[in-house]
């Protein structure tokens, strides 16, 4: 099992008020994904467990990428990950926090 934490300056506060949600499920392949309302505005925290190992350039990327796109500011996100392919991580990441944004 890997640990990475990545912490970013987003450009805004996500929108909503919903205060967490939860998307996805740990399964092969696959990834939970638990968001967060706990920080400043424009700090943005992702913390990954993950059991493929030596990934962490990928991960990094991806996250800067969402980060950049989503601006997730305020958020915190736990991810569990079953050795997801990029495209699903970024797609789950996208949809805890439209999760947010809809108060689902």
Same mark, same amino acid.
Not at 12 to 17: C, E, L, Q, V
């Given at each position: 099992?890997?640990?990475? =934490? ?5 450009? =805004? ?7 967490? @949600? ?25 913390? !990954? ?10 991960? @990094? @990327?991806?996250? $800067? ?5 989503? $601006? ?6 736990? !991810?569990?990950?079953?050795? @997801?392919?990029?495209? =699903? ?16």
């Amino acid at each position: 099992m890997e640990n990475l =934490t990545y912490r970013h300056k987003a450009k =805004t506060r996500a929108p909503g008020d919903k205060p967490l @949600a939860l998307v996805g499920v740990v399964a092969s392949g696959n990834l939970e994904v638990l968001v967060e309302r706990v920080l400043p505005d424009t700090d943005c925290e992702v913390a !990954i467990a993950t059991t493929a190992k030596g990934f962490g350039d990928v991960w @990094a @990327a991806v996250v $800067s990428d969402f980060v950049e796109r989503r $601006s997730p500011g305020g958020l915190r996100l736990s !991810i569990n990950d079953g050795g @997801a392919r990029p495209d =699903t991580v970024a797609l789950r990441l996208s949809q805890a926090v439209r999760s947010l944004e809809e108060g689902r």
